[in-house]
C-alpha cells in the first residue's frame, strides 16, 4: 500500500519524486494490458471486464487491445479506496 500512495503522491502534484527515497516510481503514461491489470488488483479478469464496462475502469482501445494507462489505473484504485472508507464509516 506504501507504493500505491508515494506514487499517487508524485501523481497528484503533491510530493516531488526526488523526496521518496528508495521508492520505485511508476511512469504514468505507461499502458497496462488485462494482464498486468489483474495482477496488480488481484481481481479476476472477468471482474475488469465488468469494471470496464460499467466505467468506473477507464481504459484505451488500441488496435484490438484493450489498455489501462498508469493513471487510469491509479484512480481507479483511488475510487475502491475511497468508497471502502465510506462503507467502513457508515458501519
Same mark, same amino acid.
Not at 500500500?1 to 504514468?28: S, W
Given at each position: 500500500?506504501? !507504493?500505491?500512495?508515494?506514487?499517487?503522491? /508524485?501523481? &497528484?502534484? #503533491?510530493?516531488?519524486?526526488? !523526496?521518496?527515497?528508495? #521508492?520505485?516510481?511508476?511512469? @504514468?503514461?505507461?499502458?497496462?494490458?488485462?494482464?498486468? /491489470? /489483474?495482477?496488480?488488483?488481484?481481481? =479476476? &479478469?472477468?471482474?475488469?471486464?465488468?469494471?470496464?464496462?460499467?466505467?468506473?475502469?477507464? =481504459?484505451?482501445? /488500441?488496435?484490438?487491445?484493450?489498455?489501462? #494507462?498508469?493513471?487510469?489505473?491509479?484512480?481507479? @484504485?483511488?475510487?475502491?479506496? #475511497?468508497?471502502?472508507?465510506?462503507?467502513?464509516?457508515? !458501519?
Amino acid at each position: 500500500m506504501r !507504493q500505491h500512495k508515494d506514487v499517487y503522491a /508524485v501523481f &497528484r502534484n #503533491t510530493v516531488q519524486p526526488d !523526496q521518496l527515497e528508495g #521508492t520505485e516510481i511508476i511512469e @504514468i503514461n505507461h499502458l497496462n494490458d488485462i494482464k498486468d /491489470v /489483474v495482477r496488480r488488483t488481484r481481481l =479476476s &479478469r472477468s471482474k475488469i471486464y465488468e469494471e470496464l464496462e460499467s466505467g468506473r475502469l477507464k =481504459s484505451v482501445k /488500441v488496435r484490438r487491445r484493450r489498455l489501462v #494507462t498508469e493513471s487510469q489505473l491509479i484512480d481507479y @484504485i483511488d475510487n475502491l479506496i #475511497t468508497a471502502g472508507a465510506r462503507e467502513g464509516a457508515a !458501519q
